[in-house]
């Protein structure tokens, strides 16, 4: 299932991505009346809060919007007239994990690390596609980071790696935009990680069922249409489930806490120096993960 959280009068709203369009779920509990046993769900995170029984009377929601053709007009809208927020808008915990494909490291001439490299970004950080990313005045080296973003579903705290997946609700397309002059300037990485606007994530929150293996997924960077970066997920260093199981032996992690896992070789950074153009004003990035979509962002300067 493909979720989203898309704007209307009232603020975030829930949508579900079909065929056909996109499910305003508010408006579809209210063009069915008695027929949805729904109870009021708002965003994507009273989704994930409520687990795989929500999920299931969504999926149930779906067949009964499909069935009544005047329940579908009411509420079945296009997703290009959508301005749509990130997949997830309020996760308690943003971790990144840095130095995560082979390739990667290799091509920043960086040790491959021992244990996963955690760091975090803030809410300030969240977009969404179709948002603008404002390149800040107080930065010359904004770089580009296609990752695969894990979403919890299920509070876990010292989590064996072979239960991790099941603490998983399901994943998202990331940029881990990164000013990289602000990144360097200390051992601390967070200053050039968490500037406004540097984590978009979605369009949608695609459920673990749905994406079957997260271990192997084509991933893919453009800017201005021109592939940057493609690798697969199996790249990884430490693939989901160490991710999860090594995070939660060292804090507790809560249904929408979100995990950007890493990027793969071809960001900017990695270039020769006389070759390295990081983004400027104008720039479209896209980030497309197999079965995830595709999140599209512009650069504009501050």
Known sequence: MKL????NEQGWTLGVRIEQGVINVQAAIKALGDKSEQPVLTSVQ???NGGQAVVDELHNLIKLVLADDSVSAECLVDEKSLTIGP???YPNKMICVGLNYRKHAEETNSPIPEYP????KFNNALNGHGHDVYLPK??????????????IGMEAKYVAKED??????GYC??????ARDLQKRTQQWLLGKSCDGFGPIGPYLVTADEVGDPNNLDIKCLVNGEVRQHSNTADMIFNVAEIVSYTSQHMTLVPGDIIFTGTPAGVVMGYPIDKQIFLQPGDQVTIEIEKLGSLTNHMVGE
């Open 173 to 178: 397309n990331g940029n881990d935009l990164s």
């Open 87 to 89: 997949a997830v808008t």
């Open 46 to 48: 009273t989704v994930i």
């Open 138 to 151: 107080v930065s010359k080296m904004v770089d580009y980071e296609a990752e695969l973003v894990i979403v």
């Open 164 to 169: 991790a997946l099941k603490y998983v609700f």
């Open 4 to 7: 989203l959280n898309f704007m």
């Open 117 to 120: 490299i955690l760091f975090n």
